[in-house]
């Protein structure tokens, strides 16, 4: 038994191998905590055909294309993740004696997120400002409800959207959530200790209650609840449940149907057992596509202080036993020059 957390992040395009990854987590899940989160952009476009739903791209004028999440599409993605690729995973997981609960960002408001203001992007070939694009980025974390969930046994399940500050649903990216889950499971956790006052109110009769805070602290910390508060800009964090001693080490593993990080995509051969990035760079890597949402994310783990950060194949026999025993690609944050580190 291990109690180092493991966060997998699972893309919708590796639903033909669903049934070896969950069988892979649920032995991984027996011997410490997993977390598992899952895209569906494959399982999205289908169901969107399905109801006739076009699915349409932006550009902004920086060159970064992202989906056009109008409200139909949003639509869509609920139905998806919630109602389709969800469901399949828990099932599978359920098969192989793991004890999987399905969830959303924005379940217990696990992750918040801010959606884009009306912004100017390329849309069908022409320039227009965007109003009602329902997709954002990651505001917050709270690992609260994933902690009480990882002590009690079970396998937490979480997907998109996340929860806008107007409690309406917002399409963050899979893999961001990962990295940011990874981030604030890893954090060290404390209770603030209850004001004096509130000690000798709730010291037990007889006590003296100059020695009864730690009692009055532990009463504090179960029965009270504040409210969320908004983390400051660029942190990604979260109120907490039970108290943890210290940090609990954190490992990110970004499965896909590729071998690894690859220096060629066209070569499956150019597999890179290792990558460097850093704040300007994504490495030697000729990143493209999906590849480049998912390196960015693994930075960001490194930067939220996660231990470990692989991508691997999730198209193999035992993906997670593999990737934790050396397959795929290490991603490792290169060293600041002039930092004064060796």
Same mark, same amino acid.
Request: contains cysteine.
């Given at each position: 038994?291990?109690?180092?957390?493991?966060?997998?992040?699972?893309?919708?395009?590796?639903?033909?191998?669903?049934?070896?990854?969950?069988?892979?987590?649920?032995?991984?899940?027996?011997?410490?905590?997993? #977390?598992? #989160?899952?895209?569906?952009?494959?399982?999205?476009?289908? @169901?969107?055909?399905?109801?006739?739903?076009?699915?349409?791209?932006i550009s902004t004028p920086s060159g970064s294309s992202s989906r056009y999440t109008d409200p139909a599409t949003l639509d869509v993605l609920l139905m998806a993740m919630a109602g389709r690729v969800k469901p399949a995973l828990v099932a599978a997981l359920s098969r192989h004696g793991a004890r999987p609960v399905g969830l959303t960002g924005m379940d217990a408001g696990v992750v918040t997120a801010r959606r884009v203001g009306a912004h100017k992007a390329v849309l069908d070939g022409r320039t227009r400002?965007?109003?009602?694009?329902?997709?954002?980025?990651?505001?917050? *974390?709270?690992?609260? %409800?994933?902690?009480?969930?990882?002590?009690?046994?079970?396998?937490? *399940?979480?997907?998109?959207?996340? @929860?806008?500050?107007?409690?309406? %649903?917002?399409?963050?990216?899979?893999?961001?959530?990962?990295?940011?889950?990874?981030?604030?499971?890893?954090? *060290?956790?404390?209770?603030?200790?209850?004001?004096?006052? @509130?000690?000798?109110?709730?010291?037990? %009769?007889?006590?003296?209650?100059?020695?009864?805070?730690?009692?009055?602290?532990?009463?504090?910390?179960?029965?009270?609840?504040?409210?969320?508060?908004?983390?400051?800009?660029?942190?990604?964090?979260?109120?907490?449940?039970?108290?943890?001693?210290?940090?609990?080490?954190?490992?990110?593993?970004?499965?896909?149907?590729? %071998?690894? *990080?690859?220096?060629?995509?066209?070569?499956?051969?150019?597999? /890179?057992?290792?990558?460097?990035?850093?704040?300007?760079?994504?490495?030697?890597?000729?990143?493209?596509?999906?590849?480049?949402?998912? /390196?960015?994310?693994?930075?960001?783990? /490194?930067?939220?202080?996660?231990?470990?950060?692989? #991508?691997?194949?999730?198209? @193999?026999?035992?993906? /997670?036993?593999?990737?934790?025993?050396?397959?795929?690609?290490?991603?490792?944050?290169?060293?600041?020059?002039?930092?004064?580190?060796?």
């Open positions: 038994m291990t109690d180092e957390i493991t966060v997998v992040k699972c893309g919708g395009g590796l639903s033909a191998y669903r049934e070896t990854i969950c069988q892979d987590l649920a032995a991984a899940a027996a011997e410490g905590p997993v #977390v598992l #989160v899952h895209g569906g952009a494959a399982q999205l476009d289908e @169901l969107a055909a399905q109801l006739g739903v076009a699915q349409r791209r400002m965007i109003r009602d694009d329902h997709s954002g980025r990651i505001h917050a *974390v709270d690992p609260g %409800p994933l902690r009480l969930l990882l002590d009690a046994g079970l396998l937490p *399940v979480l997907s998109p959207p996340a @929860l806008g500050a107007d409690g309406e %649903p917002v399409n963050v990216d899979a893999d961001r959530i990962a990295a940011a889950v990874a981030g604030a499971l890893g954090r *060290v956790r404390k209770v603030p200790p209850a004001p004096r006052r @509130l000690a000798r109110t709730l010291a037990a %009769p007889g006590d003296d209650p100059s020695t009864s805070s730690t009692r009055a602290d532990a009463r504090h910390a179960e029965s009270t609840h504040p409210t969320p508060q908004g983390p400051p800009s660029g942190r990604t964090t979260g109120l907490c449940g039970h108290d943890l001693a210290g940090q609990r080490a954190v490992r990110l593993v970004l499965l896909t149907s590729a %071998p690894g *990080v690859l220096r060629d995509p066209e070569d499956p051969g150019s597999l /890179l057992p290792h990558l460097m990035v850093s704040r300007d760079s994504l490495g030697e890597a000729d990143s493209r596509g999906g590849m480049t949402a998912k /390196l960015q994310a693994a930075r960001q783990a /490194l930067d939220d202080g996660v231990a470990e950060v692989v #991508v691997a194949d999730g198209r @193999l026999a035992h993906p /997670l036993r593999e990737a934790l025993a050396g397959a795929g690609t290490r991603i490792e944050k290169a060293a600041i020059v002039g930092s004064g580190s060796v």
